[in-house]
T-cell receptor, first 115, second 113 residues
Framework: AQTVTQSQPEMSVQEAETVTLSCTYD???????LFWYKQPPSRQMILVIR??????QNATENRFSVNFQKAAKSFSLKISDSQLGDAAMYFC????????????FGTGTRLKVLA | KAGVTQTPRYLIKTRGQQVTLSCSPI?????VSWYQQTPGQGLQFLFE???????NKGNFPGRFSGRQFSNSRSEMNVSTLELGDSALYLC????????????FGEGSRLTVL
């Protein structure tokens, strides 16, 4: 069975600085998708960034980028030029490319942005 | 375009009671999935429906059930509530349930006393 591990329950970053959130996963599959979702306080969870496992190039969305290391089964999220609005819970998620339709989420990392 | 709507937003029940939660997906989305979110556990997958059929189910007891209607709206039911069922229940919709983006509702926060 696949698992997703986020070992940092909480992190802090100064406004305008860069922070990296860690995520590791375990799977025997070769084709899958990885996601980072953001859940602001009392607001809906939204997709931050997505990575297809067959793509070697790391995904980037504006200030958000990932470091995808397939062999190491690592999928970290880097937030550059952190803003107060980045404060939220961040969840790493895995989804197989075939078969089941469920997403497997990590336990989340709460990010605090300090002014 | 309206987002995913979940009702009720908050509810308090006592042990032994049952509860029904509702989810209206984004128009055109045929896949609806449900998750239980608790502190320290993250999101735990409950089940996923597509065109009124349950395609996958998580590791939850049979007290947790769901269904999807022809208009893609979905309901989940928890019978014989236990204290440990207190959680935020999130519904997410997507076009097909494949690797596209999940669109989440704001959740239904259930407190069991």
């Amino acid at each position: 069975a696949q698992t997703v591990t986020q070992s940092q329950p909480e992190m802090s970053v100064q406004e305008a600085e860069t922070v990296t959130l860690s995520c590791t996963y375990d799977t025997s599959e070769s084709d899958y998708y990885l996601f980072w979702y953001k859940q602001p306080p009392s607001r809906q969870m939204i997709l931050v960034i997505r990575q297809e496992a067959y793509k070697q190039q790391n995904a980037t969305e504006n200030r958000f980028s990932v470091n995808f290391q397939k062999a190491a089964k690592s999928f970290s999220l880097k937030i550059s030029d952190s803003q107060l609005g980045d404060a939220a819970m961040y969840f790493c998620a895995y989804r197989s490319a075939i078969g089941t339709y469920k997403y497997i989420f990590g336990t989340g990392t709460r990010l605090k942005v300090l002014a | 375009k309206a987002g995913v709507t979940q009702t009720p937003r908050y509810l308090i029940k006592t042990r032994g009671q049952q509860v029904t939660l509702s989810c209206s997906p984004i128009s055109g989305h045929r896949s609806v999935s449900w998750y239980q979110q608790t502190p320290g556990q993250g999101l735990q997958f409950l089940f996923e429906y597509f065109s009124e059929t349950q395609r996958n189910k998580g590791n939850f007891p049979g007290r947790f059930s769901g269904r999807q209607f022809s208009n893609s709206r979905s309901e989940m039911n928890v019978s014989t509530l236990e204290l440990g069922d207190s959680a935020l229940y999130l519904c997410a919709s997507s076009l097909t349930g494949y690797a596209g983006e999940l669109f989440f509702g704001e959740g239904s926060r259930l407190t069991v006393l």
